[in-house]
């Protein structure tokens, strides 16, 4: 499935869809599926890679990803992407749509091969991590 799948559908969530889990292995696509659904749903889109991870290479503690997880999920529209197993079941509770990204191994190893080293979109401040005089 190329990720213009999405073209053509409602805008708004109009196939029912208000509450969307995208989930699957590191480089199966997750985020460019995302995008491409959130431009054509409009729902709001959040990234848990962007909730984990700080800036500066560090990350949140768990109470606090458990916080800003929880804030995101009371909302009424939503499309969260990512995997993180631990908050799978509070989630799978709350959504009404789930794409399971289930490509082979040796797909998603090119995809996250792919984007050694590159900006991402879902954090955009990545592209630092790989620069050394970032990490001093």
Not at 35 to 47: D, E, F, H, I
Not at 58 to 75: M, N, R, Y
Not at 94 to 104: K, Q
Request: net charge neutral; hydrophobic share 45%.
């Amino acid at each position: 499935m190329g990720w213009d799948a999405c073209a053509g559908l409602p805008a708004g969530g109009g196939l029912g869809m208000e509450r969307v889990l995208v989930i699957g292995c590191p480089g199966a696509g997750k985020s460019t599926f995302a995008r491409a659904l959130q431009g054509a749903t409009g729902l709001p889109l959040y990234y848990l890679d962007q909730l984990f991870h700080l800036p500066d290479g560090s990350h949140v503690s768990q109470a606090d990803f458990d916080e800003g997880l929880a804030a995101i999920l009371k909302a009424p529209r939503w499309i969260i992407d990512g995997n993180y197993q631990r908050t799978l079941a509070p989630r799978l509770a709350r959504c009404d749509t789930v794409f399971l990204l289930d490509y082979p191994l040796s797909v998603c190893l090119a995809g996250a091969a792919a984007r050694i080293g590159k900006a991402r979109p879902d954090m955009p401040w990545i592209e630092r991590t790989f620069d050394p005089a970032f990490r001093q």
